[in-house]
């Protein structure tokens, strides 16, 4: 049987008739900007995540974007951001007209190395030519940054930390979710995240009052105590997605249980064979992906295609290595573990709606290669 990388049907059967009467009831007040779904859906992320502070946008590309705005980042500042990462972390630096300075990232988490941002920052701050403004981490497959190490970085040059959490949201740590850490966080509602909606959506988390407010205010055109007081942008959460993810909320913590059962399976079953993923100590990822490393990724892949199990080859080319960033700058010494997972990682099924026989099936797949 082929299994699905992602099982949108099986979901929503879960979560009928409850998701069409939501849908229903957003058609039938008709508030489809700023409806009432959107504010309950922000008091409920706040809650959750454990911050003061919640802003619902259009996507987590804006989240990332406004939340460099509202630090004043610019023309003539550096960002610091890890290459190995969905284009969008860095195209939000590009976008405020900043400059992205590429970070490798550790070989075992997949996150930024501290390390590297530190030699990144020393020659940049040795040139004088950018000014260092952010670090902008990212969650990569679920499991968070080291932010002890790189919040003592970035105060030491002055330095906001901003988080790309598009990919961790409920993931938990002996600190908190995450979302809470660094000055701000932006995530994304993609259909493939953890919490995904039926399309677009974002949102930014904060317990800066500051970064609140202004933030706020530019997602919505600038718009603050009925005057427009920033050049803002057109970045409203509708009230559809809003309802569709309040209920995918209601279940979330049960999917959780699920997607980290999955993991324990797939760990126990495929160490040895394959690299697997290991979450610090006291961590417990969402597993919004369930990421492998092999030196034959596309022969593995190849395999996996014939006994049913999709696979997705994520970053294969990193955000440094395209087009668009030809002649970006890069940390010192290169991106080495960069190029590592660029040329190894495969992302398998892991959504919570498997059954303990496509578990299986994954896992025998991967056993059974022998490239």
Not at 119 to 137: F, H, M, N, Q, S
Request: charged share 20%.
């Amino acid at each position: 049987m082929t299994i699905k990388m992602l099982d949108i049907e099986r979901q929503r059967a879960a979560m009928e008739p409850g998701l069409t009467e939501s849908v229903l009831a957003v058609l039938d007040h008709g508030r489809f900007i700023n409806g009432p779904e959107v504010a309950e859906l922000e008091e409920q992320l706040r809650e959750y995540v454990g911050v003061e502070h919640v802003i619902a946008c259009a996507n987590g590309t804006d989240a990332l974007q406004i939340l460099m705005r509202t630090i004043g980042a610019g023309a003539g500042d550096a960002v610091f951001v890890p290459s190995l990462t969905y284009y969008a972390t860095a195209e939000a630096v590009s976008l405020i007209g900043a400059t992205p300075v590429f970070v490798d990232v550790d070989l075992e988490t997949g996150c930024m190395s501290p390390a590297s941002l530190t030699a990144a920052v020393d020659e940049i701050v040795a040139e004088g030519k950018l000014t260092p403004r952010a670090v902008a981490p990212v969650d990569l497959f679920s499991i968070p940054a080291d932010y002890t190490a790189l919040r003592a970085i970035a105060d030491k040059h002055g330095m906001k930390v901003l988080i790309d959490a598009a990919q961790s949201f409920g993931t938990e740590t002996p600190s908190g979710r995450a979302g809470r850490f660094g000055d701000a966080a932006g995530t994304s509602f993609y259909p493939s995240k953890s919490l995904g909606g039926y399309g677009d959506g974002g949102a930014m988390f904060t317990n800066d009052p500051e970064i609140a407010k202004a933030a706020r205010a530019m997602a919505n055109h600038g718009v603050y105590a009925g005057q427009h007081h920033y050049i803002g942008t057109n970045s409203r959460l509708d009230s559809l997605q809003a309802a569709i993810l309040l209920c995918k909320l209601a279940v979330f913590d049960d999917e959780l249980v699920k997607r980290r059962s999955i993991a324990e399976r797939y760990a126990a079953g495929m160490d040895g064979h394959v690299a697997v993923p290991v979450a610090p100590e006291g961590v417990a990822p969402c597993w919004a992906y369930y990421v492998i490393r092999s030196a034959n990724r596309d022969a593995l892949a190849s395999h996996l295609e014939l006994n049913g199990v999709p696979s997705v080859p994520y970053y294969k080319q990193a955000v440094h290595a395209q087009p668009a960033y030809d002649g970006a700058r890069i940390a010192p010494g290169g991106l080495p573990n960069t190029d590592i997972f660029s040329a190894e990682l495969l992302c398998l099924p892991s959504h919570p709606y498997m059954t303990d026989d496509e578990v299986a099936q994954v896992i025998e797949a991967v056993r059974s290669f022998n490239g």
